[in-house]
């Protein structure tokens, strides 16, 4: 079956790799570096997927479960950490922020949307959804009680932030492996059909794709420095906050290879794995990646405690509450995915003038 060109975005999106080191090296403008570098990440990252993927089939199905669901984000890890040592904690959690409402309302309303309209019903395990939504809900709830606690009890209870966000971001790591034990071990029946790997698709050798996993690890790395130093440059040039660039910029960028390989699931009727990408992403957003790079924020030198936005509080309720109350009954189609979207470019015009 030949697929659109949209489908081999990421690919095509290679050339900038090149490009951005060589924008770099010649000292070229920092906001056409910020703006390549960002491009380059977007192929790197779904080789990273793909890698992850293929050693994960090479594995137990348990094994290849948890690395399925450790790794998927790891290009968002890297760039976090990157951010982090350069002292743009603000950018991370809006990246954070940015990762979850795009992830559930970006991937998931254009998969739902693209399936839609090639596919008049489209079904996906229930069960998935539940389970997704009920993690989802302890963890966005998890990372807003410090941003209550601090409005609440104001100054008074600064000092107590930093030790309250480190002990939740303790709270949320083992929450989210108990999760993995759940999901791959104990009660994996429920979640037969969430397998990301096709049955179909032969799996590489396993020394390819741990060669590969590396190298697309360290190339990320280097983007994401290249990426992270040009920042201030790019916020004075094109008038933006670091509010924006995390949630828009940086949260789809280390999506964006994701999000598509969510798209082509749903526009291939296979609504449990594009489900289970956009939720599952943002689950391990939310209870994994956010609290590791607390954990790093501090060992850095640059804390960054669980405080976020009111603005940034309510997209990620709103977001949540959305798609658990489309997403439960185990039905999609196009229309819902045209609400999702709409929501999403509500809250992107939002973010932009914030």
């Avoid at 793909?50 to 890890?77: I, Q």
């Avoid at 996906?124 to 963890?139: H, K, Y």
């Avoid at 609440?152 to 971001?169: M, P, T």
């Avoid at 040009?230 to 789809?252: M, Y």
Wanted: aromatic share 12%; glycine share 8%; net charge positive.
């Amino acid at each position: 079956m030949k697929l659109p060109v949209f489908f081999k975005f990421p690919q095509i999106l290679s050339i900038f790799i090149p490009v951005a080191v060589v924008f770099k090296l010649i000292q070229l403008n920092d906001t056409l570096v910020f703006i390549s570098s960002a491009l380059a990440i977007v192929p790197l990252a779904d080789l990273l997927g793909k890698a992850t993927e293929m050693l994960a089939a090479r594995t137990s199905p348990t094994l290849g479960g948890f690395l399925n669901a450790s790794f998927g984000n790891l290009a968002e890890l890297i760039i976090g950490f990157f951010a982090i040592s350069k002292g743009y904690t603000e950018v991370v959690k809006a990246s954070i922020t940015g990762s979850i409402i795009g992830n559930l309302l970006l991937v998931f309303g254009l998969s739902t949307l693209v399936g839609g309209l090639k596919h008049k019903n489209l079904k996906f395990n229930p069960i998935t959804a539940e389970s997704g939504s009920a993690m989802l809900f302890l963890a966005v709830a998890s990372l807003l009680v410090p941003s209550f606690f601090i409005r609440v009890g104001g100054v008074a209870h600064q000092k107590s932030v930093n030790s309250i966000s480190l002990f939740i971001a303790g709270i949320l790591i083992l929450t989210y492996l108990l999760g993995m034990i759940f999901t791959f071990k104990t009660h994996k029946y429920l979640f037969h059909n969430s397998n990301l790997i096709e049955k179909s698709v032969e799996a590489w050798p396993l020394k390819k794709s741990i060669m590969l996993l590396v190298l697309a690890g360290i190339i990320i790395g280097f983007m994401s420095e290249l990426l992270v130093s040009s920042i201030e440059v790019t916020i004075k040039t094109l008038h933006l906050s670091e509010t924006f660039i995390g949630i828009i910029v940086v949260a789809v960028v280390g999506n964006a290879a994701e999000h598509i390989t969510a798209v082509f699931f749903a526009y291939k009727n296979k609504m449990d794995l594009a489900l289970h990408i956009s939720l599952g992403s943002s689950v391990q957003i939310a209870l994994f990646v956010a609290p590791l790079l607390v954990f790093t924020s501090y060992l850095l030198g640059h804390p960054m405690p669980l405080i976020f936005t009111m603005m940034e509080i309510i997209a990620i309720a709103l977001s949540t509450g959305i798609i658990a109350i489309l997403s439960l009954d185990g039905k999609s189609n196009w229309f819902e995915g045209c609400q999702l979207l709409a929501l999403y470019i509500i809250l992107a015009v939002v973010f932009y003038f914030y």
